[in-house]
T-cell receptor
Framework: KAGVTQTPRYLIKTRGQQVTLSCSPI?????VSWYQQTPGQGLQFLFE???????NKGNFPGRFSGRQFSNSRSEMNVSTLELGDSALYLC?????????????FGNGTRLTVT | KQEVTQIPAALSVPEGENLVLNCSFT??????LQWFRQDPGKGLTSLLL?????REQTSGRLNASLDKSSGRSTLYIAASQPGDSATYLC??????????FGTGTSLTVIP
């Protein structure tokens, strides 16, 4: 079974631009969540989608948004980029049909804002 | 709000040594706890998942324990190898379905 796939692996953007990151979950997984990882803050939860609906949201500004498609693939968008948005963005999927199912992560997208 | 702490932040041991990594959390109302390893610049690889009703889980040289009432989990690594060098993170899944991560322990195993 293929793992969680994130594209692109690396991105360099300029302040004020916007960016879209993509995540394809493991086949059969309907829950997709996004995390931001920085050296100072560690892993912080952005949001979770399940069956095309946002189920949970972390404490990030409205510039961070996401969506999920009917095939469970998810995209995350960041508008009006700031220098502080430079981070590793990780996507994770979960089976979610049993009470306890582990998170499976992709290799992330490294975003650098200049 | 759930807070997850991992101590120590960094650990360096000689090859072959047994070691213990610690994870503590403030709210004992959790569904499960998961241990991950992360290699530099990569995503997280799941190591072990312990359900809230379980006390421990084992996989090869790894053993994870959970004491929900005291808000603690440990990851025991037996006979450490240089390939075990990585950052180890724990995450707890709260009743709101959200996962909370610790800041990790950076492990270096010296050949």
């Amino acid at each position: 079974k293929a793992g969680v796939t994130q594209t692109p692996r690396y991105l360099i953007k300029t302040r004020g631009q916007q960016v879209t990151l993509s995540c394809s979950p493991i086949s059969g997984h309907r829950s997709v969540s996004w995390y931001q990882q920085t050296p100072g803050q560690g892993l912080q939860f952005l949001f979770e989608y399940f069956s095309e609906t946002q189920r949970n949201k972390g404490n990030f500004p409205g510039r961070f948004s996401g969506r999920q498609f009917s095939n469970s693939r998810s995209e995350m968008n960041v508008s009006t980029l700031e220098l502080g948005d430079s981070a590793l963005y990780l996507c994770a999927s979960r089976f979610d049909r049993v009470p306890v199912s582990p998170l499976h992560f992709g290799n992330g997208t490294r975003l650098t804002v200049t | 709000k759930q807070e997850v702490t991992q101590i120590p932040a960094a650990l360096s041991v000689p090859e072959g040594e047994n070691l213990v990594l610690n994870c503590s959390f403030t709210d004992s109302a959790i569904y499960n706890l998961q241990w991950f390893r992360q290699d530099p610049g990569k995503g997280l690889t799941s190591l072990l998942l312990i359900q809230s009703s379980q006390r421990e889980q084992t996989s090869g040289r790894l053993n994870a324990s959970l004491d929900k009432s005291s808000g603690r989990s440990t990851l025991y690594i037996a006979a450490s190898q240089p390939g075990d060098s990585a950052t180890y993170l724990c995450a707890v899944r709260g009743t709101g379905n959200q996962f909370y991560f610790g800041t990790g322990t950076s492990l270096t195993v010296i050949p």
